[in-house]
T-cell receptor, first 112, second 117 residues
């Protein structure tokens, strides 16, 4: 069966450090992968999209990698700030191409 | 107004009630979605309206009924719900260019928190 796995345990890091979040998937052949941020009581907010032929994508302090051999995407936040504290979700299109499926998300806590 | 607006933000209803959730998008998108988010579970896609076609997750019970009268408005009609239907219901929209859902970002509302007594 198709699975998207994100670490369900919260990631606690110190302000200024780099946060790295992992998204692993099985039985998918996604052409694209998306990352979203969700704050408590709010809907997810789109951050980045990376295509299968892109190894890396950057946006300000954010960097996403996509390894289709390992079936893994890594999401990095450099110089992290307490305001980066949120839940981060990865999402893939299913093999039929008609549904976007989300992982369970990883909660990031950045301590001052 | 901009973005995706959902009403009401909170809803408490009994199992025998009938209610509707409303979503409106002001982004000019042509695709709209309903998701269910339960505690400690991933976002679950319920329904998609895109390019005048409806796609649904076959696991969604018939007590949930979507309606999309135009590209800017989406409703979720609820009747005889169960306690396990208590969750955050999120609406989203995107611009579908006919190349599938994964290429375009989805813009979400802040959801309706539904509690079934």
């Amino acid at each position: 069966s198709q699975k998207i796995e994100q670490n369900s345990e919260a990631l606690n890091i110190q302000e200024g450090k780099t946060a790295t979040l992992t998204c692993n998937y099985t039985n998918y052949s996604p052409a694209y992968l998306q990352w979203y941020r969700q704050d408590p009581g709010r809907g997810p907010v789109f951050l980045l999209l990376i295509r299968e032929n892109e190894k890396e994508k950057r946006k300000e302090r954010l960097k996403v990698t996509f390894d289709t051999t390992l079936k893994q995407s890594l999401f990095h936040i450099t110089a992290s700030q307490p305001a980066d504290s949120a839940t981060y979700l990865c999402a893939l299109v299913n093999n039929a191409g008609n549904m976007l499926t989300f992982g369970g998300g990883t909660r990031l806590m950045v301590k001052p | 107004e901009t973005g995706v607006t959902q009403t009401p933000r909170h809803l408490v209803m009994g199992m025998t009630n009938k209610k509707s959730l409303k979503c409106e998008q002001h982004l000019g998108h042509n695709a709209m979605y309903w998701y269910k988010q339960s505690a400690k579970k991933p976002l679950e896609l319920m329904f998609v309206y895109s390019l005048e076609e409806r796609v649904e997750n076959n696991s969604v019970p018939s007590r949930f009924s979507p309606e999309c009268p135009n590209s800017s408005h989406l409703f979720l009609h609820l009747h005889t719900l169960q306690p396990e239907d208590s969750a955050l219901y999120l609406c989203a929209s995107s611009q579908d260019h006919g190349m599938g859902q994964g290429l375009q970002p989805q813009h979400f509302g802040d959801g309706t928190r539904l509690s079934i007594l």
